[in-house]
């Protein structure tokens, strides 16, 4: 028997330096892909995994995460006031429940490791989901939902992978596995931003995992790594000793929204595949590349 997964954790803390200036006073989760913050984006991702408590790890200018997921009074009023029903109910369906949120801050970006760090206390003593929620995915099911199956067979640590060209792996981390269990698979190996042509496959670990608790332990004793950060894929290596990690090849597509032409295909991707828009956004696009 495995314990359900009901909380997940998502780090907002990082500085955003490759999306400055849009990142000096607004956290880059709140970039938005048309109409939808990145960070609302992955919270819907996890509801649709049965998540049901979403904790932020913020640093500074994150308020306006917190003010994202909270009610808005008076523009709820006003929306009220000028029958606005339709924008009033996705603003209701958006928001999670009154005490399914938590935030806590990481007070300096030392890394993904540290951020997962900082939220101990919130996950406390059971297994939980991580969502990076820049790494934004595209699928007909929610990447995380995809990822349960594995979890409930396997139990331990479950991760998703997606392939990368294999002159891009140093910019990932990446696993080896063995075998083949339908879409999931045993890791036998683990590495961060491995040096070109060192890589054990070309499987990136794309920001979608569920992990056990002990990786707290590992992470407080965790030295810097790759960038000079505390980074996660270390201690994971670390608890990979004692634990089981599953990697899981999901159905769907990964865009890093903190990269600025990753951003840029998920906004068109994202928009395409809209019933209401995206029949003229394809219009828009063939118009502008035939001009270019
Ligand atoms: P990134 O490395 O993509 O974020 O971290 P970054 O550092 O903000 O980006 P650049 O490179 O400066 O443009 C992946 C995820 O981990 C979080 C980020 O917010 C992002 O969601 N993170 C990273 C933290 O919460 N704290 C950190 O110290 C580092």
């Known amino acids: 028997m495995t314990n359900a997964i009901k909380k997940a954790v998502f780090p907002v803390a990082g500085l955003g330096t490759r999306f400055l200036p849009a990142t000096k006073a607004m956290p880059k989760e709140m970039l938005t892909i048309v109409d939808r913050p990145v960070i609302q984006l992955a919270v819907d991702e996890a509801r649709a995994a049965g998540i ?11 308020g306006v995460i917190e003010d994202h997921f909270d009610k808005q009074f008076e523009l709820e ?3 009220r006031e000028r029958g606005k029903t339709v924008e009033l109910a996705l603003l209701d369906s958006d928001l999670p ?3 399914q949120t938590s935030f806590t801050r990481q007070q300096q970006p030392l890394g993904l490791g540290h951020a997962v760090w900082c939220a101990r206390e919130l996950v406390g003593d059971e297994p939980f ?44 981390g990446i696993v080896g596995i063995s075998g083949s269990e339908d879409n999931a698979f045993p890791i036998t190996e683990m590495v961060e931003k491995p040096t070109p042509g060192t890589a054990p496959s070309n499987l990136m670990i794309s920001g979608r995992y569920i992990l056990q608790p002990e990786i707290f332990d590992l992470l407080r004793s965790q030295e810097r790594g790759s960038g000079n950060e505390i980074q996660l894929t ?10 089981r990690f599953t990697a899981v090849r999901f159905e769907g597509k990964t865009y890093d929204c903190g990269d600025k032409i990753g ?30």
């Not at 049901?52 to 994150?62: A, E, L, Q, Y």
């Not at 270390?234 to 634990?243: F, G, H, K, N, T």
């Not at 295909?265 to 394809?282: C, E, K, M, T, Y």
Request: aromatic share 6%.
């Open 52 to 62: 049901d408590h979403f904790i932020f790890v913020t640093g500074r200018n994150k």
């Open 77 to 79: 009023a006003t929306l």
């Open 97 to 99: 429940g009154a005490g």
């Open 129 to 172: 989901a991580l969502l990076l929620p820049d790494m934004l995915v595209h699928s007909r099911v929610s990447c995380l939902a995809q990822m349960m199956p594995a979890y409930r067979q396997h139990g331990g640590n479950v991760l998703a992978v997606e392939e990368v060209p294999h002159e891009q792996t140093h910019r990932y």
């Open 234 to 243: 270390d201690a994971m290596i670390r608890l990979m000793e004692s634990q």
């Open 263 to 292: 951003f840029l295909s998920a906004n068109i991707a994202f928009a395409l595949a809209r019933d209401d828009i995206g029949a003229q956004v394809r219009e828009a696009i063939k118009e502008l590349a035939g001009n270019g």
